[in-house]
Structures are given as structure tokens and as C-alpha cells.
């Protein structure tokens, strides 16, 4: 059981962007915090949920760390989290210094970039003063614990679902999390693995940080993910967090995980008005068919259906664009976020 604790989100000037992803997946689900409120003064004074789904959850956002504190009410936060992901991994100077003001008020810091700030010589110092940690989730781990691939994905015989998309930042992670909570609820023993820092701060009981590892393990090191949730849990079913995507050219991946965990079946998340690749104007993405064809090439496994991003639509013209894509694709097009996963998990049964 992971252990929960108090939390503030710092998302300062991003939580309505990409940018905020990982702050958007806490305030969606956690089980390793209680998420108190969220810092971005851009979006003070909003409901995170209703920013995020159009749905209020009761989670503020904020100005400022005091602000975040007294919100609480006697419930005080032991945790301030990083919830940015900008390109690159890297903290601005001002969020430096935000990080610095959350240990000085006695804040434990749990940061998934790739600045390391356990390793920040004045960080260092205050936390020591204070008593508090600082966690730096994307650090490599030690070389005597990684695994080299090695077979044992053979002996695994959970039904192994992936969820790989068309860009970054598309909500691979959240549409992998919904669907690991409706094959849960449908009586199903489930298990979601993990490939990133956010489904690590989300709690996810088997995974890897797949851009913390050395490229040597990342093969060995999702499937010993995946063979220790056979393992330890024997789960029916196993959704795979995708990452980045096969084609981008800031952010490959997809590949490891379908060499590597051996999915059964595709699940292609994608965001029908999303032109180009997050980020990166001059690149536009790939058409959807041929990403969809190098997945099934590369797999020899199906892509059984699509769910959609609804970025910059509107939502009441979603059913629509689903019907749309179905007949073009040929194949089932979801919204979970919007309407659930029930047909999904109908979907993915026959595969079984």
C-alpha cells in the first residue's frame, strides 16, 4: 500500500498548457497524495477539476505557497510537488526559487525533472535545517539494480494491453489509468504499468521512469515492470502506459514497450485537432492511418481502437468525430474522459 501524504501541485503559469500535464494527472488521480490545492497564479481563483474536465473537484487553485497552506484549513501539506513537465525537464529560475521558499517553510519536495535538486548545494542546506527530503524521481537508479531484457516476459499471461498514441502530452497515462479502473470494475483483476515520473507520483504500484534509465536496460527494465506485476499479483489484465510517441521527432518511444512487454493489443490515443507535434510547430504530425500501420508493423499485434483527446474541440461535436473517424478508421473510437471506458473494455474482451 503506498503511503499518502498532504500535497500542494506547483504548476506556476502552465496548468492550463501541456506543460501541466503532470500536475493535471494529480489532480485527475492520485494515490500517493492527498492534493490540497494547486500554485499557478494565471489560474487563481478556479476550480482545478472544472479547468481541467469541466467538473469542479473541490481542489483550488492558487497564487501563491501561503495561499496553499492556509487552504487546508487544519490540514496542513508535508509535500510540495512539482507539477510541471516542460520540454527538456529543466526549472526556470523563478521556480527555483519557489522550491527553495516550499523547504524553508518546512515543505518536503518531490520533484520528477531532470534537474536534480537533491543535488543543489543551497537546497541542500535548507532542507537540512529544516528536516525535510527532497526526492528527485527521474534520477537513474543504480546500474546493480537494473535488469537486462532476458525472456521472462514469456512467463507472464496477463492479457497486455498498450496504450500508445500519436504525440506527447496526448493523455496516453490517464486514458491507461481510466481504463485499468474499468476492467477493475468489470470484475476483472487489473494492473496499470507505469513508464513516467507522473504515474510514479500517482502511485503506480509496478513501473518504470523510462527517461531516468540508461538505453542498455530500458528493454530489461519494462519487462522485469511487467513480469514483477505477474509476479507479485497474477493480474488478468495488464494497461501499459505508453510514452511519447513512434514518429515524433523530439520524443520517440512506443517501440520498447511493444518489443520489450509484448502487448497483446493497441489502443492509439490521438487529438483530432491537434496539427502539429507538441511543442514544434515546423513539425506536423503524421497522419493518424500511417502511425497506426507502423504500430501494427512493428507490433504484429492489432491496434483494436482509438480514443481521442478533446483539445480545442467542442465537446458537443465529439460523438460526431468519433462516428467519423470509426468509418474512416475502420475500427472503435473512444472519449473516455468524456463517456467512460465501459465500451472499450467491451471492445478489448474480444482480444482476450
Not at 17 to 43: E, M, P, Q, W
Not at 78 to 96: D, E, K
Request: charged share 20%; hydrophobic share 40%; aromatic share 8%.
Amino acid at each position: 500500500m503506498v503511503e499518502r501524504f498532504d500535497a500542494v501541485v506547483y504548476c506556476e503559469g502552465a496548468f492550463d498548457t501541456t506543460d501541466g500535464k503532470t500536475a493535471h494527472g494529480l489532480v485527475r488521480f492520485t494515490n500517493r497524495y492527498r492534493v490540497i490545492a494547486v500554485i499557478d497564479s494565471h489560474c487563481a481563483g478556479q476550480d482545478a477539476g472544472r479547468i481541467l474536465d469541466g467538473k469542479d473537484n473541490g481542489i483550488p487553485v492558487v497564487a501563491t505557497l501561503d495561499e496553499a497552506i492556509n487552504t487546508g484549513g487544519k490540514i496542513r501539506p508535508t509535500h510540495f510537488v512539482i507539477g510541471l513537465a516542460p520540454a527538456g525537464g529543466q526549472l526556470n529560475s523563478m521556480a527555483r526559487q519557489h522550491v527553495k521558499n516550499a523547504l524553508s517553510k518546512g515543505l518536503n519536495v518531490d520533484c520528477g525533472l531532470h534537474n536534480f535538486l537533491s543535488e543543489d548545494p543551497e537546497m541542500i542546506m535548507i532542507a537540512g535545517e529544516k528536516k525535510v527530503s527532497i526526492r528527485d524521481i527521474r534520477k537513474p537508479p543504480s546500474r546493480n539494480h537494473l535488469h537486462f531484457f532476458s525472456g521472462k516476459i514469456h512467463d507472464v499471461r496477463s492479457f497486455r494491453v498498450a496504450i500508445l498514441g500519436s504525440d506527447s502530452a496526448i493523455g496516453k497515462r490517464t486514458t491507461a489509468w481510466i481504463l485499468t479502473r474499468e476492467f477493475q470494475q468489470a470484475g476483472f483483476k487489473s494492473e496499470m504499468i507505469g513508464t513516467g515520473q507522473t504515474a510514479w507520483l500517482q502511485g503506480a504500484r509496478f513501473g518504470v521512469i523510462l527517461d531516468s534509465l540508461i538505453n542498455d536496460f530500458v528493454s530489461g527494465e519494462i519487462e522485469h515492470a511487467v513480469w514483477s506485476a505477474w509476479d507479485q499479483k497474477k493480474p488478468q489484465v495488464m494497461i501499459i502506459e505508453g510514452q511519447g510517441s513512434l514518429m515524433n521527432p523530439a520524443y520517440p518511444g512506443g517501440f520498447e514497450i511493444l518489443a520489450a512487454a509484448k502487448p497483446h493489443v493497441i489502443v492509439f490515443q490521438h487529438a483530432p485537432a491537434r496539427k502539429y507535434y507538441d511543442g514544434f510547430s515546423e513539425f506536423p504530425i503524421h497522419p493518424l492511418t500511417q502511425q497506426i500501420q507502423v504500430a501494427q508493423l512493428l507490433s504484429e499485434k492489432p491496434v483494436a481502437a482509438v480514443t481521442i483527446n478533446h483539445e480545442a474541440l467542442d465537446r458537443t461535436q465529439v460523438p460526431i468525430i468519433c462516428s467519423v473517424m470509426e468509418k474512416t478508421l475502420g475500427m472503435p473510437v473512444f472519449d473516455v474522459l468524456l463517456d467512460g471506458a465501459s465500451g472499450l473494455v467491451e471492445t478489448l474482451k474480444r482480444y482476450m
